[in-house]
């Protein structure tokens, strides 16, 4: 089967992956803004929806052709976020040691939740970005806790 011929039908699901990709890309996307990242919801969205087309084409070629390999696309898309990830961590580089790991972990897993979106699967990439949220954001309200303790930071009401 020729590339020009996949169905209608499947190229509309495909769409509609790409497109919960962009979604839940752009959920985590929104929290590294509200955190004050550089790599906010636009690099998010587009990393999580570039995956998806990546591997959903992947699969599309392998369901339409003899040929055609996912997991090629995906190896494709990881080393590409490698690089991504490597050169946001090097950019922000300052005195006290290197910045923008976390932001690189990020876009690490907003890639795997449009490759999981991308394969057909959007349950495994909306629990997966609830996953990076709730790591994100609690994580977050414990650090800023813990070090309110440590700095004597504490309320009257929370002494016993």
Do not use: Y
């Not at 509200?34 to 591997?55: C, E, F, Y």
């Amino acid at each position: 089967m020729k590339f020009e011929t996949f169905p209608i039908d499947d190229q509309l699901w495909m769409a509609l992956r790409v497109g919960v990709a962009a979604v839940l890309g752009g959920l985590v996307g929104w929290e590294r803004d509200r955190a004050g990242k550089t790599a906010g919801i636009r690099t998010h969205m587009l990393v999580a929806a570039a995956a998806a087309l990546a591997v959903g084409l992947g699969d599309l070629v392998l369901a339409h052709s003899n040929g055609g390999d996912p997991t090629r696309m995906m190896h494709a898309v990881f080393t590409g976020i490698g690089f991504i990830g490597g050169g946001m961590i090097f950019t922000q580089k300052r005195a006290r040691g290197p910045f923008g790991i976390t932001s690189a972990a990020t876009v690490l897993m907003v890639a795997g939740i449009g490759a999981a979106c991308g394969l057909g699967a959007p349950l495994v990439g909306v629990t997966v970005t609830l996953f990076t949220l709730v790591t994100l954001i609690g994580v977050r309200h414990a650090e800023e806790a813990i070090r309110a303790r440590f700095r004597g930071d504490v309320d009257d009401d929370d002494e016993a």
